[in-house]
């Protein structure tokens, strides 16, 4: 430092960055700040200037997937988890989402459809599959005579909409599952339906909706099926045929009756 007008610049730039959010300097070499603790500098022309030693900013880390199987624990019912899901702050697809898009049908149903991630209708009206996914989803569900308003419930593995309908990324689906989890256990399912490679990476930890469909598995201690999702029969219709197959297998499993 040359002298203490240098000084003085160079510790308000620190304070600033400080200010601004700044918690670690990254230097081309490693300083042993302990090595300078009063330090004496020598300043031409002025008193002994001691060196300064800026307390370094702590930052708590917090880890999201902890901070939501608490919350999702705490929540008592269905209501009280949409709450929990609406105080979360640490997925930053809340910040870009209109609305947090929670479920949809009846609670307490005997099917219980997870899905992927609101999409731009979805976004606007608060509801899943509500576009054109939601839609064929309703065609697909009418022709084994279920349907969300009696014997259906739905929900997403994501509240909110990713930005651009990108996928979801594997840290969001993480700090999701637990509540996704804890939306089970309250909502009381006998059978779960997984629409799309998503809910099989957030319920079964794996991906290949080709390979997984059509076969029972266990799942979040409920019999789950992955299916196609609408959008995989929007995109390419002949997966009909195995979707088909899929809504009688699931009917089966319900004995034939909704
Ligand atoms: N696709 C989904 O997986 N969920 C929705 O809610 C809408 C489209």
Known sequence: MESVEEYHAARAMLEWQVELGATEAIGDVPVDRYGLKGKVAAVPGAAAVVAPVVAPVVVEKVDPVAVAVAAAKGAGSLEALRAALGAFEHC???KGARNLVFSDGVAGARVMIIGEAPGRDEDREGRPFVGR???MLDRMLAAIDLGRDGSVYITNVLPWRPPHNRDPLPGEIAMLMPF???????????VIVLMGNIACQGVLGRRGITRLRGTWERALGKPVLPMFHPVDLLRKPASKREAWA?????????GGSA
């Open 92 to 94: 930053e697809l809340k």
């Open 133 to 135: 996914a939601g839609q």
């Open 180 to 190: 996704v989890k804890r939306h089970v256990e309250l909502a009381e399912p006998e």
């Open 246 to 254: 899929d809504l009688l297998s699931l009917k089966a499993r319900l």
